[in-house]
């Protein structure tokens, strides 16, 4: 069992920065993938980024590309979520998640086991 909880969500005018944390305790959590999705009122989760368990394989989503930037410190079973020049359409529920392995396919909420509660994050235009 892993449990994961989010912070530093907020409100932030358009071109601005936000880091969110994920914070993982219970067994094996400094041992997980681990990745980013949001939601949007009326909208299907989305993939955002992921991290390998050890933080040398990175991937994002074209949208979030060249803006966020997804971290790990194992030794504080952390995972941060650097998100600058932000923009309206970022707005939305950023929920972390985590599997012990994935095997590919990391774009399908269905291959995470773990998730957290999700932190608000609003843009301003």
């Known amino acids: 069992q892993v449990q994961l909880v989010e912070s530093g969500g907020g409100l932030v005018q358009a071109g601005g920065s936000l880091r969110l944390s994920c914070a993982a305790s219970?067994?094996?959590?400094?041992?997980?993938?681990t990745a980013w999705f949001r939601q949007a009122p009326g909208k299907e989760r989305e993939f955002v980024t992921t991290i390998g368990w050890n933080g040398l394989n990175t991937y994002y989503a074209d949208s979030v590309k060249g803006r966020f930037t997804i971290s790990r410190d194992n030794a504080k079973n952390t995972v941060y979520l650097q998100m600058n020049s932000l923009k309206p359409e970022d707005t939305a529920v950023y929920y972390c998640a985590a599997v012990r392995r994935y095997s590919g396919n990391y774009i399908d909420p269905g291959t995470w086991n773990y998730w957290g509660q999700g932190t608000q994050v609003t843009v301003s235009s």
């Open positions: 219970g067994r094996t959590s400094s041992n997980q993938d």
